[in-house]
Structure formats: C-alpha cells, structure tokens
C-alpha cells in the first residue's frame, strides 16, 4: 500500500505515464490524458514561480534591523501587467483549444463499424443493460474495437455512469435520454462508479463493463440464456398491441388518423409549424408524453397524452426501432 | 501631502467605546451600530465554522476505513449535506463580507455607520433565523440530499419535513445576503468622505463592492428557487420533478446560476482582505491598484456566464458546453492579474512576518492551487473523467476552505485589534498559522490523488485502494481542526491577557486605523479626510503601546 502510494507520487512528479491514473482503455483516453499532462505541467511551473518568488521575497526582503524600510519601487508598470494578463491568456486559450479537440472526439461515435448501441436504466441502486438482440444483464457487454452508443435513462433519480478506464461519464436523467458514444479499445473488465449523488447506497451502486474481444466473443455471450419475451422489442410489441396504437398508428404505412410507423424510426418529419423534426427516443418519448408538442403536418392534434413507465416507452422505442431495422 | 496630518487619536485611552455603550443583552441585539452587528455576524459564523467541523471530523473519521464503520451510510449521507450546507450558508458565505465586512466598511469609508442601519440589523435577524432553522432542520432528523439539492432526490417525499426546513433557512439567508449587498453598495457611492474617489478606495472596498453587485444580481435566484422547490414538493407544481411534467435539470440551471457567482461572493472578499494586508506588512504601496480593482469586477462579470460548466456531464448540448468551458477558462486570467501584483507588492519591501502576514502567504498557495487546479475542470476533455470525483472536493475546498478561510483569518487577526481593543497572542497566531496551512494540505492533497484515481465524491464506502490517501486526509483534517482551535485561543486569550492595542498597531493607511481602538460609537469625532489608503510616508512607528502615528513632516 505504502509501495503503492510513493510509486504514484514519484510517477505524478515525473509526470510519465498512466502511473497514478486509471489504465487507458477507449479510444479517447489517450488524448484525455495529454490534455491532462499539459495542464498539470503548465500548472506546475506557475504554482512553482509563485512560491519560489513569495518564498524569496520573504527572505530577501524580511523586515530586519539591516533592512528597518522597504526600498522605493513603483507602484504600477503597465508593460508588466500586460506581460502578466497575455501570457497566461494565451497559455488558457491552448488549453481551451486542445481540450476542446479532445472532447469533440469524446462526443462522437467514431467511423468504422456500426455501433453498438445498448440501452441504459439507472435505478437505486443497480444500473440494466439492454443489449442489441435482445439480452438484458446487470453488466455492460462491449466489443473492443467496435464504437457503442448507450442511450441512458432513469426510473428514479439522477444517476451517472462512469467508467474510469474510459475516461468518460454521463448522467442519466429521469424524464429524458442521454447519449454516450465512445470505442473501447482493451478487451477487459472494468468497474462502473455512480457518480452522482442518489442516496443511501450510491457508493454501492457498482457494476462492470466486459469489453469482449471481438464479435463472436460478444454473440456467444448474448445467446446464452436468453428467455424469450424479455427483450424491449418484445415489451414493445405487446405494449403497442394492449394500448392499441395500431388504432390510429398502422404497421403497414397506410394513413389513419395519425402517421404510420413504419419507417418512422431516424425519418425526418414535417411539422405543423414547418420546422422538422428527426424521430429518435427523444421525439417519442415527447410525442407519448406530450403528443400536442410537436404535431406532425397534416395531421389532427387528437392524441391523448398516455403517462408510460420507462420501460414499456424504452420497449416502444425499441420496438419502432426494430421495424425500421427488419424491413 | 494635503491632509495626512490629521491627528490621530492616542490610543483607547479616550472614554467610551462601542463595547461600552450601551449595556445589557437587548442593546446588543437591537444595536443599530454597524460595529455590533459586524460582532453579532462574528459569534454565529465561528459557531457554524466549529459546527461545520465537527461534522467534516466524524465524517473524515468515518472514512477511515474503506467500509466505513463509524456510521451508518444515510447518517454519513446526512453529515456530508450538513456540513456542506452549514459550511457555505452560514460561514464561507456571510464570513468575510457580512463579518469583516460591517465592521471595517463604515471604517475605511471614514461614516459613522452605513448607508441603512435598520436594513443592517434586519439584514443579520434574517441570518440569525436562517441559521435557527438550520438547527431545527438537524434536531428534526437532518437532510441527505446533499447541500446542492438536487431534485428529484431532494424534493421526494421521502425526505420528510427537513427539506423543507432547509429551503427556508436557504431563503432567509439568502435575503439577508442580498440586503447585506445593498446596504455595501449604497454605503460606498454615498459615504466616501471628502478627498476619497473611487480610485482612492481601499481594495477591500472595491471587493466588497464587486461583491455586493453579484449578492443582489445572483442571490434572489436562490431565493426564487428555493421557492419553487418548495411549491414543487408541496403543491406538486412540475417544475423540477419529472414525475409531474418538470425538469430535475431546469433546477440545476437555476442553482448554479446562483451557486457558481456565490464562489465569487466567497473569494472576492477574501481577495480584498489579503490585498490590505499584504500592502501594510510588506510596507509598500498596493502595486498595480488599478489592475487589482478592476479585475474584482472583472471576476464578478464573467463569474455569472459559467455556472454551466456545473452541468458538463448533465447531457447538456456540446455547444454550450465549449461556451462554457471557454467562459470558465477565461475566469483564470484576472485571478493571475491579482496573484502577480501580490507578490510585486512584496518587491523589495520590509516584509514583517506577523500573523495575518503568515495567514496571507499561506493564502497564496494555497489559492494558486485552487485556482490553479480550476483549469482542469474548466477543460472539457479533463471534466468528463474528473466531474463528480474527489478532485472536485479538493478543488473547492482549496478555494472556499483554503483561500478564503486563510483571508478571514488573516483579517480577524488584522482587524482583532481594532474590534476588541487588545492584541492577539502573537506566538500562538503564528503556530495556528503554521498549524492550519500544513493540516490543510494535509486534508486535501491526497483528494486531488483519490480522484485523478477515479474516486467519485459523496461515497460512504470506497473501494480498499483509496485506504491511505483517505488516512492521509484524515489525519490532515485533524492537524487543520487543532490550528483552528490555537486560532481561537490566540484571540480570545488576547482579550484577557493580550496587550492594549493602539489606534493603529500595523502602521496602516486606510481610514478604519484613525479611529480609537475599540472605535467610539460613532467611530469618529469628525469625518476624517482621507488621504491614500497606501500611502505610508510619514507614518513614524512610536512604541508597542503607542503604535504608529502620522508625523507632520513628510
């Protein structure tokens, strides 16, 4: 433990490596951790000018009997200050510049494979996985390699997902989703942390993410044990068939009183007021939630509002999702 | 050198004093005397500052295992919200300003009180009140929401009747902040005294005004949402709650929109004290006088456009997040201004290394570390990992633990003399001073290690890796806790033991040193005319019993 702790101080003072920090473990870490060294190496040379010069100061210029006045010096110097406001200005404005590079990277999904997009629910005090095909766990399954998009959300409180060796995190809020996009890049176990105060079990409230390392890894793990019925494409299904959607939405793109949903999922639509809308989880859960909001052009605002619980509107989300995927 | 002969009044050997006029409980807690009040303010922030750590002590104790163990997790949940919410409300917040700040403002502005005297005393009742209810909301079983609120946790019905004791006591003392703000701004537009321009003004006027600007713009936001919170939970309004239609982040907008300026409110002040006191002990003329006023407002200016980087990982647009984060970057720059005038102050002056001088030098570290460390969460790319961690608390507590409570020490001791009459153990302050700036960092360097480690803050129980650093802390908070206690011997025992103070021990320019000490109930038998407040030639040291005096050659 002792070992433990000086090895730390003696890397953060060498300022090498991962050292004292978590391993690097998605594709935007490493950039994370540049940005990380720059500021902390910038830092340390002001902190060290600061106290070099108060130390100095005091014992050069310490009231004494040898030294019973201070000697006349001026009292401004605008070159100085000028000297003192631009350096460190421009020195911020790198750190703006390079960080802000860094997390537009952090934002996006990355080119390459198809992400795999997995729905997050926070609850006191455990987080659900749904993954692509189906399967729900109480662990995050990944692909190395391959981008994910976990669409977060909340039954309760305000929960936050972080993953250390990722270096990211995102708060999952009640009422809304959340979106978090990244590329693991080290096949692994690693620990997920709520970080955002939920009550009496936050610091309990712990799960892992297993990035396996490749596709098949990830399949044969999503076809073990898998019940049917569990899916949120199956909730959705049956949410859809009991509330009687079909009613008004129909399944095969023929007009009723309100627009099909076939091919709804990730169209764009025309409002009532001209703007446009992309029809993504947000879109839906509004348009369940408060279906006045955003009418689509042409259609009657008729409507009634229905108050779902998360799960059977992440299910319905799911489900629309799935008919646009399975044409 | 027109008007810096003025007489100085030979010491306390002159009569009555504010301590002295008047006599009997009521005549404290109706004075209208800005001198009493300032006093009144002084005995409840250092009660909630004791308050406010013990609990920082049971909950470090708690941590001293990874499991925790001293208590349960909803009782550590309870201590972590309490101490926040006593620490903030009713000693970082009002310490300084409301403290310091009354009994000095009317003194360096050479008025025999402030501009509203009745609003003052209103002004601390609603304080007081604020505090009492914060005490109830303990005795009824306490909070666990964590002192920033959050909804929908904190507006459940779950959490009883405490939360909303807590919004009360929020709003009251929040009002009494803002007309604390009022009656500061009014006092210096229209009681400077003749030969005083803005630009004569002592800096520690120019932060309390910068900071009067930002309790009257940002804190009715508090109180408005404290309100709402209320009326949500009673009245089930749907404003933060999802459940009735509202949104949980709409609350933290409001919050931070106050919370973020209300850092300012904390630091500006504290700014002002270190910037009379290091001009006075380094014997030297404030250097850059203008640069140090001009970026108080400044700081105040920009510290309202960056409450947003408080939201960085609430699923807030990337667009107002690099505005944010630039905002935030840019808050750095006149804090820099500030610290590099500080130190030219110093340049080649006669530095005299009494107590509040240590305090100060303490102040610089550790504010250039908060500062300093601020760029890291200002930073998007580093925020993301960082947010909600241990690096967080460590931040803040440099800046609203280290920084400004290195200032109010600073100032207590500077000002003691001139509020009780009698000098402080010198000995003892400088061991308190010692004391206080080892256990700090004690307390807080190895938190900057637990998080950049990955440990998120708000944790009853931590994983067995942390162990040492959270030892290391704990200790440290100890070594801070027994400083604090040396502090107040220094002082109280300065007031039975200690040396009679002279009008002016430091040798000191500004107005507040014209005046006996104790100051008279009017502070001064006529307005004095105000020469520099930096301006040190002709000050001629006489003897300890006698202080400084003004000689008329010059």
């Known amino acids: 433990m002792t070992n433990r702790f000086a090895s730390e101080i003696a890397n953060l003072l060498a300022g090498g490596g991962p050292g004292y920090m978590p391993a690097r473990a998605s594709s935007v870490a490493g950039d994370v951790d540049q940005v990380f060294w720059f500021i902390f190496w910038v830092s340390a040379f002001f902190l060290a000018l600061i106290v070099f010069l108060t130390v100095l100061f005091v014992v050069r210029y310490r009231h004494r009997a040898s030294r019973p006045e201070p000697e006349a010096t001026p009292s401004q110097h605008t070159g100085l200050e000028l000297l003192w406001t631009g350096i460190p200005l421009v020195l911020v404005l790198v750190m703006f510049a390079w960080s802000t590079k860094a997390y537009l990277a952090m934002t996006e999904t990355g080119t390459g494979a198809e992400p795999l997009e997995v729905q997050v629910t926070g609850k006191r005090w455990s987080w659900w996985f749904d993954h692509p095909g189906g399967k729900g766990a109480p662990e995050l399954h990944l692909v190395a390699h391959r981008p994910a998009t976990l669409v977060l959300s909340s039954t309760d409180v305000i929960h936050s997902l972080y993953v250390p060796e990722f270096r990211l995190k995102q708060d999952a809020v009640p009422g809304r989703f959340t979106r978090m996009s990244f590329t693991p890049n080290v096949p692994g176990t690693y620990p997920i942390l709520c970080t955002e105060y939920c009550g009496t079990n936050h610091s309990r409230m712990l799960a892992s993410v297993v990035v396996h390392p490749d596709q098949a890894a990830f399949d044969a793990w999503a076809r073990e044990g898998m019940e049917p019925g569990e899916s949120l494409v199956e909730i959705g299904r049956k949410v859809f068939a009991q509330r009687g959607c079909a009613a008004c939405h129909s399944l095969d793109g023929s007009r009723r009183v309100g627009p099909t949903v076939k091919g709804l999922w990730g169209k764009e639509e025309k409002l009532a007021d001209g703007s446009t809308v992309r029809v993504d989880e947000e879109y839906l859960r509004e348009s369940i939630l408060k279906p006045g909001a955003k009418v689509v052009a042409g259609f009657p605002n008729v409507m009634p509002p229905s108050a779902l619980p998360e799960r059977d509107l992440k299910g319905i989300v799911a489900y629309l999702q799935s008919l646009k995927e399975t044409p | 050198m027109t008007g810096a002969s003025t007489a100085a009044p030979a010491g306390a050997e002159h009569g009555e004093s504010y301590l002295t006029h008047g006599r009997g409980v009521a005549s404290w807690l109706l004075s209208l005397d800005h001198k ?72 360096q502005l050479g008025a025999k009180d402030v501009a509203f005297p009745r609003v003052n005393l209103l002004s601390f009742w609603l304080y007081a009140s604020g505090a009492v209810l914060f005490v109830v909301t303990l005795v009824v079983g306490g909070i666990d929401t964590g002192w920033t609120l959050y909804p929908p946790y904190s507006l459940e019905e779950a959490r009883g009747l405490g939360i909303l004791l807590a919004l009360s006591a929020v709003f009251l003392a929040g009002f009494s902040s803002i007309l604390t703000g009022v009656n500061f701004i009014a006092s210096i537009h229209r009681l400077r005294p003749p030969g005083m321009g803005w630009f004569e003004l002592p800096l520690f006027l120019w932060a309390l005004y910068a900071t009067g600007v930002i309790q009257i713009i940002a804190t009715p936001v508090l109180g408005i949402t404290a309100a709402m919170g209320f009326m949500d939970r009673i009245f089930h309004l749907g404003l933060f709650m999802p459940e009735y239609g509202g949104d949980p982040v709409l609350f933290q907008h409001f919050f931070w929109f106050y919370s973020h300026p209300a850092v300012y409110i904390m630091i500006l002040p504290a700014m002002g004290v270190v910037s009379e006191v290091v001009s006075v002990f380094s014997r030297k003329p404030i250097f850059g006088y203008r640069f140090i006023a001009m970026s108080s407002i400044a700081i105040a200016v920009i510290g309202f456009l960056v409450w947003g980087h408080h939201m960085f990982v609430s699923g807030q647009s990337k667009w107002m997040n690099l505005a944010f984060s630039f905002l935030t970057m840019l808050v750095a720059i006149p804090s820099a201004i500030k610290m590099f005038n500080w130190l030219a102050t110093m340049y080649k002056g006669a530095i005299v290394l009494r107590t509040p001088m240590l305090y100060v030098l303490a102040f610089f570290g550790v504010f250039a570390v908060g500062g300093l460390t601020g760029l890291f969460l200002g930073a998007l790319a580093t925020d993301i990992p960082l947010h909600d961690t241990y690096f967080v608390v460590a931040h803040f507590h440099f800046v609203m633990v280290g920084a400004v409570m290195m200032a109010f020490l600073a100032g207590l001791h500077y000002w003691w003399p001139k509020m009780t009459g009698r000098m402080y153990h010198e000995r003892l302050g400088v061991v308190s001073a010692v004391l206080v700036f080892v256990g700090f960092n004690v307390t807080f360097v190895p938190q900057f290690l637990a998080g950049v480690a990955g440990m998120p803050r708000r944790y009853a129980t931590y994983a067995p890796a942390f162990t040492l650093d959270n030892r290391i802390s704990t200790v440290g908070a100890f070594i801070l806790g027994l400083g604090l206690v040396v502090a107040l011997w220094s002082l109280l025992g300065g007031l039975r033991s200690g040396r009679r103070a002279p009008a002016n021990p430091w040798g000191a320019a500004s107005l507040e040193w014209q005046a006996a000490s104790p100051p008279s109930h009017h502070n001064f038998e006529e307005t004095p005319r105000a020469g520099g407040p930096y301006d040190f030639t002709g000050l001629r040291r006489v003897s300890d019993e006698a202080g400084w005096v003004r000689t008329e050659a010059a």
């Open chain 2, 36 to 107: 009493r009040i300032g006093v009144m303010y002084l005995v409840i922030v250092s009660a909630s500052l004791f308050l406010g750590g013990v609990f920082a002590l049971l909950l470090r104790l708690h941590l001293w295992n990874p499991a925790g163990g001293l208590v349960s997790n909803d009782a550590y949940n309870k201590l972590f919200t309490l101490h926040g919410a006593v620490m903030i409300f009713l000693f970082v917040i009002p310490g300084i300003p409301a403290a310091l700040g009354n009994f000095v403002l009317p003194l």
